[in-house]
Every structure is written in structure tokens, then in C-alpha cells.
């Protein structure tokens, strides 16, 4: 591939959405009858944060549950990626640890979404407002910007605009396929990774980043041919 620098041309770049969560996992807890979870005591772990552990005998499993206020404001629930790249596979404590102290103290991590072997998540991820992964068929557990939990279905629509042209991007850090414009940010790597049989961008944000829910305007530095 050649490398051709580009000046002055504008991208701008929209995607809609939710705001797409976190963790697609879900305890099921439906064993547990009513009563039954009216009588177990709680463990205050960190002020809004109350845990449980139970074994459930019959299943057989073990569940473990953290309730949340969601409306206390010193509290925020983040998504994070092993490896902090795709695809990659770490521990909980791992990454955790790799955290700047300005995230604040972790309470509560629990594993997110299915994933394969290798580590390619199923479902849709974002961090920090920054789409990582689109949705797939599956539901998820997402968190509107004012923290109403909402567990579904999500479609994902994003499009690359310049004057009056518009067209569809076809995906998020993934494979790119014949006739396919795919959208790669840090969370991919440092390269894409594709065959030679394409053309890429390298693109400069003219302001803010990428996010969900609103546009962004990019200038493009070089085309790679």
C-alpha cells in the first residue's frame, strides 16, 4: 500500500445510538423466591453498595449480587476491555489494576459479555462514551446518560458525510469484507489489521472525540492506497 497525503478534506462522521452498556451479563435469580430474598442480609461494602452470595443447592450455582443506587453521584459503573484492545483476554484484578486513581476506587467488577476463545466479545461495548464494539442480535444491559437501566435489543446506524454525499459505515472494529467501510479506533490496535485489497484513511478529530449520540467532525491526514 502507498501512503498519499490529503489536505483539507472534511469527513463528518455520525453515529446514532443509545448510550450501550456495560455488562451483557445477568444473574438469574429466579430460584430465589421473594421471601427468600427478603431475608438474606446484606453486606454494606462501600456507602450505596450492598452484596450477597448464595448457594443454590439444586442448581447447583452459586450467585453473587451487588445492588447499586444508581442515584448517588459518587458512584458510576465503567465499562472497560481486556488488554484494553480487541481481541484480548484478562482478569478482572487485571485490569483493573492498570486503572488511573482518577477512575476512583473499584467496589464491585464482574465479567461482560460472552466472548470466544480468543477473546472477541459478542455484543456491543462502550467506553467512555466511545463505541467499541456495534450490537448484535442478542439483548444487553445498557444505562441511559441519566442512569435509567434498560435491558433489549440495539441497532446501531452510522454514517460518513461530506457535502452531500452520505454513506453508511458498515461496522466497528471488525473484519473488513468486500464493499465494507469500517469505523477503527484505538480500541483495535495500533493497525487494522485487513488485506490489501481496500483503501484506508488515517483520520484527525478537529474537535472533542468520538461518541455515541452525536456527530463528529474529522479531517482526513493521509489515504493509504
Known amino acids: 500500500m502507498k501512503r498519499v497525503p490529503i489536505k483539507y478534506s472534511h469527513f463528518h462522521l455520525i453515529q446514532n445510538s443509545i448510550y450501550l452498556a456495560m455488562f451483557s451479563l445477568i444473574v438469574n435469580v ?13 453486606q454494606k461494602i462501600a456507602p450505596g453498595v450492598r452484596f450477597f452470595s448464595e448457594v443454590l443447592t439444586k442448581i447447583p450455582a452459586r450467585v453473587f449480587v451487588a445492588e ?20 484480548g483476554l484478562e482478569r478482572c484484578s487485571s485490569i483493573l489494576k492498570r486503572q488511573p486513581e482518577s ?7 464482574i465479567n461482560g459479555d460472552f466472548f470466544n476463545a480468543n477473546g472477541h466479545s459478542v455484543n456491543a461495548q462502550i467506553i467512555f462514551g466511545e463505541l467499541v464494539k456495534r450490537p448484535h ?3 444487553v444491559f445498557a444505562l441511559s446518560h441519566d442512569r435509567r437501566p434498560y435491558i433489549g435489543k440495539l441497532i446501531y446506524d452510522g454514517f460518513l458525510v461530506r457535502g452531500k454525499n452520505k454513506i453508511q459505515i458498515s461496522g466497528i472494529n471488525e473484519q473488513r469484507r468486500e464493499n465494507d467501510l469500517i469505523l477503527y479506533n484505538k480500541y483495535f490496535g495500533p493497525v487494522t ?17 468520538s461518541a455515541v449520540n452525536r456527530p463528529f467532525k474529522a479531517l482526513v491526514q493521509s489515504l493509504i492506497i
Do not use: C, F
Open 30 to 42: 429466579s430460584s430465589l423466591s421473594a421471601e427468600a430474598l427478603s431475608s438474606i442480609a446484606y
Open 193 to 209: 489489521r485487513t488485506n490489501r485489497w481496500g483503501s484506508e484513511a488515517i483520520l484527525n478529530l478537529l474537535e472533542g472525540k
Open 103 to 109: 477512575l476512583g476506587e473499584p467496589v464491585v467488577a
Open 68 to 87: 447499586i443506587e444508581l442515584n448517588n453521584p459518587h458512584l458510576s459503573i465503567q465499562s472497560l476491555l481486556a488488554q484494553d484492545h480487541l481481541p
Open 137 to 139: 442480535y442478542r439483548s
